[in-house]
């Protein structure tokens, strides 16, 4: 079994800045993508950004150059440091890693969500 655990969400005035972690556990052989989602009332989630064990990263056009997605391979650990914040990146993110459990076997887990605030 593999467990993600989200954390670093919260209220933050627009301007500010905020920084997401998202912890994997349990059977894992490796981790191919990490990546970052987010679902404000009323809208479908979308994609944020994602980086790739090779460590290319693509973001959402709405992000570009505010967002960084980031990761530590030895911790199992992805990141997303938020700035610029604006009041429409209001949303519950989620992350999700693409985990491998083998040679064979992989599958993605998704975090519980964290929700992200910004005021006006």
């Known amino acids: 079994q593999v467990q993600v655990v989200e954390s670093g969400g919260g209220l933050v005035q627009a301007g500010g800045s905020l920084r997401l972690s998202c912890a994997a556990s349990g059977r894992i052989f490796s981790i191919e993508d990490m990546a970052w989602y987010r679902q404000a009332p009323g809208k479908q989630r979308e994609l944020v950004a994602r980086i790739r064990d090779t460590g290319s990263s693509t973001y959402a056009d709405s992000v570009k150059g505010r967002f960084t997605i980031s990761r530590d391979n030895a911790k199992n650990t992805g990141y997303l440091q938020m700035n610029s914040l604006k009041p429409e990146d209001t949303a519950v993110y989620y992350c999700?890693?693409?985990?491998?459990?083998?040679?064979?076997?992989?599958?993605?887990?998704w975090g519980q969500g964290t929700q992200v605030t910004v005021s006006s």
């Open positions: 999700k890693h693409t985990v491998r459990i083998n040679v064979l076997l992989r599958d993605d887990y």
